[in-house]
């Protein structure tokens, strides 16, 4: 269940933000759900809001990415393994630099210090949301803030 915000809700940015929630549950007899939002998205991604349904089975796990990659491994903006406790998360995704060397080979970019430098993940198409190892009645409510 995707919808907009309103114009003047900007996260202190230029542009506004779009907010994605959507809801999965598992099946009886399943362990895992999916959902799709149903509308586009373009922009980067500010802020992710977890909020863990009546029971989440120990070790359950959330994955988010943009639909429709043409990679073998989607670029996961989330990827979220659910603890003991099952209190609401609120994350905001960042993604380390890489160099792209002549022969394929990638090394992160950091700081002096050591630490990487990091880039908000950009999205352009719709969103895609998978729960796993998941045990039937368990339920997630996600919220994925866009902005562009």
Do not use: H, W
């Not at 029971?55 to 990659?69: I, R, V």
């Not at 990638?106 to 002096?112: E, G, L």
């Amino acid at each position: 269940m995707g919808y907009d915000t309103p114009t003047n809700a900007s996260f202190g940015g230029q542009y506004p933000v779009r907010v994605n929630e959507e809801t999965l549950t598992v099946a009886t007899g399943a362990t895992t759900a999916t959902a799709t939002s149903r509308q586009k998205y373009k922009g980067t991604i500010e802020k992710v809001e977890i909020i863990p349904g009546t029971q989440m089975a120990t070790s359950a796990t959330l994955k988010a990415y943009e639909a429709n990659t043409d990679m073998t491994t989607p670029d996961y903006f989330l990827n979220y393994t659910f603890p003991e406790s099952e209190a609401q998360v609120s994350m905001y995704p960042l993604k380390p630099c890489v160099n792209v060397a002549g022969n394929n080979t990638t090394t992160t970019v950091s700081y002096a210090d050591g630490y990487p430098i990091c880039t908000k993940f950009v999205v352009c198409d719709t969103l895609k949301y998978d729960l796993a190892s998941a045990v039937a009645g368990d339920s997630v409510t996600i919220r994925t803030y866009v902005r562009g």
